[in-house]
């Protein structure tokens, strides 16, 4: 008897437990709205991904066209400052003529 007086308060806890979780399972919750939720967001990240996906690859080719440029620029670049610099060679050369051969070059030059 002092045994069971020991073990009834442990006994009373789990009986009450027992009857909270079947009590509980009775009460059940509707998952459908939730689920609906998940699957329209898990629809949308997929979608998103794929949208993501497409950036990426016009930025890719975006990023190869960028550089195409940027070689053509520098390629015209360095042949302007050849075009210049030959030209700022030739006002040289003129301005060191003298007035007789100045006016021999544009003679010859408009004929």
């Known amino acids: ?3 069971l007086n020991k073990f009834l308060p ?3 806890i789990g009986v009450l437990l027992v009857y909270i979780v079947i009590s509980q399972r ?5 998952m459908t709205p939730y689920e609906t939720r998940i699957t329209v967001l898990q629809d949308s990240i997929t979608v998103i991904e794929d949208v993501n996906e497409d950036l990426e690859n016009t930025l890719d080719l975006l990023e190869d066209d960028v550089e195409t440029f940027t070689e ?3 390629r015209l670049n360095k042949k302007i400052r050849t ?3 030959q030209r700022d060679e030739k ?3 003129i301005d060191n003529l003298t007035s007789s051969e100045l006016y021999r070059f ?3 030059r408009y004929r």
Not at 26 to 30: A, E, L
């Open 1 to 3: 008897m002092k045994n």
């Open 10 to 12: 442990w006994i009373a």
């Open 26 to 30: 009775d009460k059940g919750v509707d």
């Open 106 to 108: 544009f003679t010859e």
């Open 72 to 74: 053509e620029v520098e």
């Open 83 to 85: 075009i210049r610099r």
């Open 91 to 93: 006002i040289k050369h």
